[in-house]
């Protein structure tokens, strides 16, 4: 079931976006616009844009967005936030997961943490690959399901997902990180997350949706008919 979507284009009601975001038309996965981190944002920090409303599901849900690095330069980071404490999220006094990819020459990765009260925590390994293409888009699909936190991340050009044991795009959808932290439970708050070290990097988030991740509920038990015709009596014997 979709919670929600957006795709950045028209009028953004429902969000709660750090001055430092907004819609732009230079890059887009789906014209005309994307959620672009502006360029004098400078500070090695990260800037979120947060869906306004709880999940409302218990925090089982599978976000997912497409984000773009338009250089190759060390420290970019784009990705998404899960399980958040408010409806707006920020760097001191909130708490949440976040995964993303950091782009650039020196160690380019995709990584999953926690932020509690403004201090992240790597949860379990780093994945990484050469580097992440300048002026490529990627898609990220972050899943939480009670404990169980993956990311799975593909590369939109060939098609290709991150693997986990070698680092590099091959065929076949697959998670890249699995792991399990209880730290945050619950309904929360879901949205994206951007951070440049220095001005004018070119980061870019698009097409983002919310679906429950619930374990299917409701399922229908089929005995077969020839079952409901026999029972057993006392002796063990079988009857009609």
């Known amino acids: 079931m979709s919670i929600t979507t957006q795709n950045w284009d028209g009028t953004i009601t429902g969000w709660n976006l750090d001055a430092n975001l907004a819609a732009s038309s230079t890059f887009s996965y789906s014209a005309p616009n994307s959620l672009a981190l502006s360029g004098s944002a400078t500070a090695a920090t990260y800037f979120y844009g947060t869906y306004g409303t709880a999940d409302g599901v218990g925090g089982n849900c599978e976000a997912s967005t497409y984000v773009f690095f338009n250089t190759v330069t060390t420290d970019n ?120 070290p220095s001005s004018n990097r070119g980061i870019y988030s698009d097409n983002y949706g919310l679906i429950d991740d619930n374990p299917a509920t409701g399922a229908v038990i089929r005995v077969p008919m020839d079952g409901l015709n026999f029972r057993a009596d006392l002796s063990g014997g079988m009857i009609g």
């Open 77 to 196: 980071k784009a990705g998404l936030t899960a399980r958040g404490s408010a409806a707006t999220l920020n760097n001191s006094s909130t708490s949440q997961y976040i995964a993303y990819l950091r782009c650039g020459t020196t160690s380019p990765k995709a990584q999953i943490s926690k932020v509690i009260s403004g201090v992240e925590t790597q949860l379990g390994v780093q994945v990484a690959n050469d580097n992440f293409d300048a002026a490529a888009w990627y898609l990220l699909k972050l899943s939480l399901v009670d404990t169980t936190i993956t990311l799975s991340v593909q590369r939109v050009s060939d098609g290709f997902w991150l693997d986990d044991t070698s680092g590099d795009f091959i065929s076949g959808e697959r998670t890249c990180i699995s792991i399990t932290d209880s730290t945050l439970s619950g309904s929360g708050y879901w949205g994206v997350v951007a951070s440049q």
